[in-house]
């Protein structure tokens, strides 16, 4: 068992390591042109934070947290969700206190004890953005135009979006109230996650993807039918902006997502070719959560997005990713005075900004290039005992094949000149 990982997790080889730098590269890209800022916080927090801003209702807490005493007694939480955090840190930090809107956004791993399947892991990665301070429908707009950009740079065409709005605690009661009188005459029907869930947590009876309980919601009411005044218009201006900038969506009425914080929008953005799961995107408005975490009223919305599902849905999809940078360079070291020299060599190539190696395990000539081959190196120098007699090298093209004879001294302005590099 100590060479084997943990159920649910996945290790990140070098050879998808440039799939992650591509993606997080155009993460950091888009979330600067819509003008958010990063933002990282502990990978563990205070058991409560997910407790009151999550929901004591709802499957993560009562099923999926990784919850630990420390050595002092305290109960701590690995982080099972990105946006309490991301509030918590919000109030504690003053963010509040500046010019508001405060738009952030995170990369962070997330921790969850779930079925593994496709893409979707105990400890997964998860891109998302919040916005608070601002109540405007625009704003859920701006964050769902954001997160179809960027999956539009890479490419993806079919997807949907998905919207719903599930209120506020004014219009949501009456509404509660409606689906219990709709399932409690067919409870017996129910799933066992269901049948719990009718008292605690009735809005995720219409989450459930069961086949008995998905019969049952088709014909529940619908909360659309039950909004207050300010969220039935917060709801049609919101489509209003969606229709202006031609972002094409269906109304959906089962779509609640999973969390007790949310308010009025909900959505998720769906590529076809996942199955039953087959979000990429979810997310939402969540007027209540700063209040509930002890901070004064402030509204927020925004998403999340698992990585490993969106690189298992553009591998599925085709998708091309930019292979990892090419070795520029490989110093052929033939004995240890010559890499004495290729040592010295290897700074200054760097400094230069040339991506450089050498080799250090003593292989002969010939199994050193294949060794460059494999990695992907450019150029050749070949540095032993003649060169450095002589103070001159061998550099071949990897490419072509062709060989240049190179002062030793000329080599770092040669091969920098060759490759395009600015230096450091």
Same mark, same amino acid.
């Given at each position: 068992?100590?060479?084997?990982?943990?159920?649910?997790?996945?290790?990140?080889?070098?050879?998808?390591?440039?799939?992650?730098?591509?993606?997080?590269?155009?993460?950091?890209?888009?979330?600067?042109?819509?003008?958010?800022?990063?933002?990282?916080?502990?990978?563990?927090?205070?058991?409560?934070?997910?407790?009151?801003?999550?929901?004591?209702?709802?499957?993560?807490?009562?099923?999926?947290?990784?919850?630990?005493?420390?050595?002092?007694?305290?109960?701590?939480?690995?982080?099972?969700?990105?946006?309490?955090?991301?509030?918590?840190?919000?109030?504690?930090?003053?963010?509040?206190?500046?010019?508001?809107?405060?738009?952030?956004?995170?990369?962070?791993?997330?921790?969850?004890?779930?079925?593994?399947?496709?893409?979707?892991?105990?400890?997964?990665?998860?891109?998302?953005?919040?916005?608070?301070?601002?109540?405007?429908?625009?704003?859920?707009?701006?964050?769902?135009?954001?997160?179809?950009?960027?999956?539009?740079?890479?490419?993806?065409?079919?997807?949907?979006?998905?919207?719903?709005?599930?209120?506020?605690?004014?219009?949501?009661?009456?509404?509660?109230?409606?689906?219990?009188?709709?399932?409690?005459?067919?409870?017996?029907?129910?799933?066992?996650?269901?049948?719990?869930?009718?008292?605690?947590?009735?809005?995720?009876?219409?989450?459930?993807?069961?086949?008995?309980?998905?019969?049952?919601?088709?014909?529940?009411?619908?909360?659309?039918?039950?909004?207050?005044?300010?969220?039935?218009?917060?709801?049609?201006?919101?489509?209003?902006?969606?229709?202006?900038?031609?972002?094409?969506?269906?109304?959906?009425?089962?779509?609640?997502?999973?969390?007790?914080?949310?308010?009025?929008?909900?959505?998720?953005?769906?590529?076809?070719?996942?199955?039953?799961?087959?979000?990429?995107?979810?997310?939402?408005?969540?007027?209540?959560?700063?209040?509930?975490?002890?901070?004064?009223?402030?509204?927020?919305?925004?998403? $999340?997005? *698992?990585?490993?599902?969106? %690189?298992?849905?553009? #591998?599925?999809? /085709? =998708?091309?990713?930019?292979?990892?940078? &090419?070795?520029?360079?490989?110093?052929?070291?033939?004995?240890?005075?010559?890499?004495?020299?290729?040592?010295?060599?290897?700074?200054?190539?760097?400094?230069?900004?040339?991506?450089?190696?050498?080799?250090?395990?003593?292989?002969?000539?010939?199994?050193?290039?294949?060794?460059?081959?494999?990695?992907?190196?450019?150029?050749?120098?070949?540095?032993?005992?003649?060169?450095?007699?002589?103070?001159?090298?061998?550099?071949?093209?990897? $490419?072509? *094949?062709?060989?240049?004879? %190179?002062?030793?001294? #000329?080599?770092? /302005? =040669?091969?920098?000149?060759?490759?395009? &590099?600015?230096?450091?």
């Amino acid at each position: 068992m100590i060479t084997t990982r943990p159920r649910g997790t996945n290790d990140i080889l070098p050879s998808e390591s440039h799939k992650w730098q591509h993606i997080t590269q155009q993460i950091h890209d888009i979330c600067a042109l819509y003008g958010f800022r990063q933002i990282s916080t502990p990978a563990f927090e205070h058991t409560e934070l997910f407790h009151r801003g999550v929901g004591e209702g709802t499957d993560i807490v009562q099923k999926e947290t990784y919850t630990f005493e420390d050595r002092g007694g305290r109960s701590l939480t690995l982080r099972a969700e990105g946006t309490a955090p991301t509030a918590r840190a919000y109030l504690e930090n003053g963010l509040h206190a500046a010019a508001q809107p405060t738009k952030l956004y995170y990369i962070e791993p997330i921790f969850r004890f779930e079925r593994p399947q496709a893409g979707r892991y105990r400890q997964h990665h998860q891109f998302g953005v919040e916005v608070f301070g601002a109540a405007d429908p625009a704003v859920d707009v701006e964050v769902i135009a954001l997160a179809l950009d960027f999956l539009g740079r890479f490419g993806l065409d079919g997807l949907t979006v998905r919207l719903n709005s599930v209120g506020c605690p004014t219009c949501r009661e009456s509404y509660r109230a409606r689906l219990v009188e709709h399932f409690l005459p067919c409870v017996e029907q129910l799933c066992p996650d269901c049948r719990s869930r009718i008292e605690r947590n009735p809005l995720r009876l219409l989450d459930c993807k069961e086949e008995g309980c998905r019969r049952l919601k088709e014909r529940a009411p619908h909360m659309l039918d039950s909004l207050c005044g300010p969220c039935r218009e917060h709801f049609v201006r919101l489509r209003g902006h969606l229709d202006a900038l031609g972002i094409r969506y269906e109304v959906d009425h089962h779509i609640v997502r999973g969390l007790d914080y949310y308010t009025r929008t909900v959505f998720e953005i769906i590529y076809p070719g996942l199955g039953a799961q087959d979000a990429v995107c979810g997310g939402g408005r969540y007027d209540g959560l700063i209040e509930t975490l002890g901070g004064e009223p402030t509204p927020g919305v925004g998403f $999340g997005m *698992g990585l490993e599902r969106l %690189i298992l849905t553009l #591998e599925d999809h /085709g =998708y091309e990713f930019p292979g990892p940078r &090419r070795l520029d360079v490989f110093l052929a070291a033939v004995g240890q005075e010559a890499l004495a020299r290729c040592v010295v060599l290897l700074a200054e190539l760097r400094r230069r900004g040339v991506a450089a190696d050498t080799e250090y395990t003593g292989r002969g000539l010939r199994k050193q290039m294949k060794h460059a081959d494999r990695l992907g190196a450019r150029f050749v120098a070949i540095v032993g005992e003649e060169e450095l007699a002589t103070g001159r090298c061998v550099v071949r093209d990897m $490419g072509t *094949g062709t060989q240049e004879d %190179i002062a030793l001294e #000329e080599l770092a /302005g =040669y091969i920098q000149e060759r490759c395009g &590099r600015a230096g450091l």
